[in-house]
């Protein structure tokens, strides 16, 4: 039973908040938010000295034995408990002294006093106090502690004084050792709100810690480094509070995670939560990215807390507004089939509808280019012509290959997470999550070290669902020092272009390879691809053998595709568009490009075209060693009435019809060429096929007798008009040459043999033996028929670039139309013996060659087509006509006319 002197206050209620030490305890009056709060100091005993850390009350000191156990008989019975206490504040001391009583009824609580006597952990000032009935009483208590030997009154006091590490030499190897194991502790003080200091138990460290994944309001510091009173940051006392009376001197469990300026990093664990959690969901704090990381688990839990907090607009949420647009139903979340990866970090993938759609892996950032600065303007450095980002920037491609073998064709689920606006010059962004067999694309590109993670300010919500793995991954990649975190610099990715020059030097030794392995980069048009070859780290364009297929719409110049060109471009891309696949390559053309076949999955991609009507077999796929499949596959194509052949036999009985109406004046005589060279005019310069052999033969004999016996440098004196031997540049080869100009010890001159001119040095020339000199240019001059080249620059210099794309083949057929004297003789070019064949008719059609006017000569079946072209180019208003007919540029009103 309690008993109280006479004259004493009355008791009041509280609840204890902290132990100071084993004699003085805070009481909170009430709950609240912060409610007041009083310091007690115990009457009329005297506990052992707690130990104290250096600062500006003294030096270090330790702890007088049994002074922790003192402190911890109080914590372990008060803390967080309702409490009876007696105070008052005697005259001229500093300090409210007086009884705390344990129970919910006061008559029979627990005088705390008189148990810490009991337990020999005090001791009792009996010397200069008034004798009292209670001070008796409480003598006899420490007597009969003696006499048992109790606490402070035993014989091993020396043993009660604990051996405290104020702090921790190396702590990155602390939280190695310790790291995600769970580790008792007692929370000493509460900083603020998302930051402690605690003893981990049982060896005494003495820790501050951050706790990770959050950041509550902090306390502004005076010049001392301390909490400005007068500073107030909005509910920062609140957030500290709220964790005060939770966790304050309170049994945790601490799983250290990281270090930050020398700061540990860490998730607490309390029997009845965490604390973390708690503080997301009323408000008090923010999810901080760069710390959640560090979590092992529980990012999803803070999370979602947070956005319990934004939703009801709690405290640092109240004016919150949300970023993103809500996205749901098929919108939000659909299975679609990858077609293409762009870079590192875009995909093009093909929905159920048939419908394709680009979306980019949410909140990762592919590989970047590195030390590019800025202008005087503040504009980034323009990028040189050469450069190419897939293979220039480091890590970019193999970012690219990751994504493209592990998803290039497959099936993938796509949660949209969210839609980035258009800005800054870029358009708008569809942001997704991305997974193929439940694995997430982008945490695995992240978690080799081939991506970055997107930072964001903890209100931006335009974030991946599944950010915190993301990063996570990051700093796992970080930690191994993989790819982009390397410290090592990437060996750079030489890749090598194929031109003209090169494809000669590596024609023969692709034609011994039989199968070259290659990866389709990009695909023109249905017979038109552009492979990266592993094996020798090069790029070419390769042409598919065999076929005719129709060209597909240009979007450069908008010029309208042939019939089925836009569904055989898609029907190649569909299938071989960063696919892999083996070629065989037969020949190339005089811009480099390579003919021959092509394997997808073990599928011709010739005969693959053919057999779905997209393409017809070409005169040279008759004589190749896959004849009679592509044979077979038209046939069959031409049967079901696929595609271009869908009304071929109507075609047939009009094309008789036609052909009876025009007259029959042109003279044909077909021969197979090799256009070698297009001039800025407009002329063309052609081989015939039979004559290719012996160009090459007589070259040959001459490189082998200037190895034999090299030509001394400078020792030709080159003269205009003479026959030499010129070292071309591209590939330092003999050639026969015409010197068609000489000044300043450089030479122009014209390779009689293909008919392109180049200015070099002179000592690049050599004089021509005699043998070689009498046999006639293997390469003869022509000009078009019947047509010129535009007038306006850009428009003639679109139509040469695809007449050059367009005679780029291993042969055509040539037809001299007619000759004027001291002019090359007019000749057209065909890929096959009917009007569609005709590339000048063809270039008329689109709208990039002009037909003349033509006076005194007689009309012919060539001459009306080319008529009948210009004048449908001009209906559609391709090109040159856009803006109507430009012939009539000429009336008067132009002030042209009389």
């Known amino acids: 039973m309690t008993t109280q002197p006479p004259n004493t206050p009355p008791p009041k209620r509280g609840i204890v908040k902290q132990i100071l030490s084993g004699d003085s305890v805070i009481i909170r009056a009430a709950v609240g938010a912060p409610p007041p709060e009083k310091q007690i100091n115990f009457s009329g005993i005297t506990a052992p000295k707690l130990a104290r850390r250096a600062g500006d009350a003294g030096d270090t000191t330790k702890d007088e034995p049994w002074a922790w156990e003192a402190r911890e008989f109080l914590r372990k019975k008060l803390i967080g408990e309702e409490v009876y206490f007696i105070a008052e504040k005697p005259p001229n001391a500093p300090r409210e002294y007086g009884t705390v009583f344990l129970g919910k009824d006061f008559a029979t609580a627990e005088n705390i006093t008189e148990s810490l006597i009991s337990e020999g952990l005090v001791s009792v000032r009996r010397e200069g106090v008034r004798q009292t009935p209670e001070l008796t009483r409480l003598c006899e208590l420490e007597d009969a ?54 003893f981990l138990l049982p060896d005494f460290y003495h820790i501050t810690l951050m706790i990770s994944g959050i950041r509550c309001p902090g306390f502004k510091l005076d010049d001392k480094g301390r909490p400005d009173p007068t500073a107030k940051v909005e ?98 979340e ?146 191994s020092q993989l790819g982009l975190h390397s410290k ?23 034609q011994r390879a039989q199968r070259i392995d290659a990866i389709v980069e990009f695909v023109a048009s249905g017979s038109r691809l552009r492979l990266y070859i ?53 020949t190339h053309d005089k811009a480099g490009n390579f003919i021959g076949w092509l394997w997808v999955d073990n599928v011709n991609m010739s005969v693959a075209l053919v057999k779905e009507g997209f393409a017809s077999v070409h005169f040279t796929g008759e004589k190749s060693q896959y004849a009679q499949q592509l044979k077979s596959a038209e046939e069959s194509a031409k049967s079901a009435k696929l595609r271009m052949w869908k009304n071929y036999v109507e075609e047939e009985k009009v094309d008789r019809k036609e052909e009876e109406k025009v007259p029959t004046e042109r003279q044909v005589n077909y021969e197979e060429v090799v256009v070698t060279e297009i001039t800025p005019e407009g002329h063309f310069y052609a081989q015939r096929v039979q004559d290719g052999s012996k160009a090459e033969a007589l070259l040959a004999k001459l490189r082998q007798e200037f190895e034999a016996h090299p030509p001394l440098p400078g020792a030709y004196n080159a003269k205009k008009g003479d026959l030499c031997a010129a070292k071309f540049i591209m590939d330092d080869e003999w050639y026969r040459a015409k010197v068609e100009k000489v000044q300043g010890g450089k030479a122009t001159v014209h390779y009689m043999d293909y008919g392109n001119r180049e200015t070099l040095a002179t000592t690049r020339l050599a004089s021509l033996p005699a043998s070689y000199a009498s046999d006639k240019p293997f390469a003869a001059e022509y000009i078009l028929p019947y047509v010129t080249l535009p007038k306006d620059e850009e428009y003639a210099a679109i139509a040469l670039k695809y007449f050059k794309q367009d005679t780029a083949v291993p042969k055509l057929l040539l037809n001299v139309e007619y000759r004027i004297p001291g002019s090359p003789p007019a000749a057209s070019l065909h890929t096959e013996k009917t009007s569609e064949g005709d590339l000048v008719r063809n270039l008329i059609r689109e709208g990039l060659l002009i037909v003349e006017n033509v006076k005194g000569r007689r009309q012919n079946k060539l001459l009306e087509g080319y008529k009948e072209a210009q004048e449908q180019a001009k209906r559609e208003h391709l090109n040159i006509w856009e803006y109507g007919d430009i012939t009539e540029d000429d009336a008067k009103e132009f002030g042209l006319g009389n």
């Open 145 to 198: 502690a003696k006499a048992a030997g109790k606490g402070k009154w035993g014989a091993n006091s020396s043993e009660h004084v604990r051996d405290i590490k104020w702090s921790v030499d190396n702590m990155k190897a602390f939280v190695d050792k310790n790291e995600y194991k769970p580790i008792k502790a007692v929370i000493e003080h509460v900083r603020d709100g998302s930051t402690v200091r605690a």
């Open 235 to 332: 509910y920062a006392e609140e957030a500290r509070y709220f964790v005060e009376v939770r966790l304050l001197q309170r049994d945790v469990e601490i799983i250290l995670e990281s270090v930050n300026n020398n700061n540990f990093i860490g998730t607490i664990v309390h029997p009845k939560g965490n604390i973390a959690e708690l503080l997301l969901k009323e408000g008090f704090a923010r999810c901080v990215d760069w710390s959640i990381a560090l979590m092992k688990s529980g990012a999803e839990t803070l999370r979602a807390a947070e956005k319990q907090a934004k939703e009801g607009r709690k405290r640092l949420w109240k004016d919150y507004v949300a970023s993103t647009p809500r996205i749901t139903g098929k919108e939000k």
């Open 334 to 479: 659909f299975s679609a089939t990858v077609m293409e990866i762009n870079n590192g970090d875009a995909l093009v993938v093909k929905l159920p509808d048939g419908r394709q759609k680009k979306i980019f892996l949410a909140s990762v950032r592919p590989p970047r280019e590195a030390g590019r600065g800025n202008d005087d303007d503040g504009k980034p450095i323009p990028r040189s012509k050469s450069f190419r980002p897939l293979y220039d920037i480091p890590y970019m491609f193999e970012a690219r290959e990751y994504l493209r073998k592990k998803l290039i064709g497959k099936k993938v689920h796509v949660v949209i997470d969210y839609i980035q606006e258009a800005r800054d010059g870029y358009p708008e962004k569809t942001c997704a999550t991305v997974t193929v067999n439940g694995k997430n694309v982008a945490e695995a590109l992240v978690s080799k070290g081939l991506a970055t993670v997107v930072k964001y300010r903890p209100d931006d919500d335009q974030r991946s669902s599944r950010y915190d793995d993301l990063l996570t991954a990051e700093t796992k990649a970080i930690k």
């Open 488 to 510: 090592k610099d990437s060996p750079p990715l030489r890749v090598t272009e194929i031109d003209s020059a090169r494809a000669k030097l590596e024609l023969s030794s692709f």
């Open 534 to 586: 592993p094996k020798s780290n090069s790029l070419c364009t390769f042409l598919l053998g065999g076929i005719n297929c129709p060209r597909a719409s240009r979007q450069d110049t908008g010029a309208a595709g042939e019939p089925f060109g836009d569904e055989a471009l898609a029907f190649t891309k569909e299938r071989c568009m960063q696919r892999e696949v083996s070629i065989q390559v037969d």
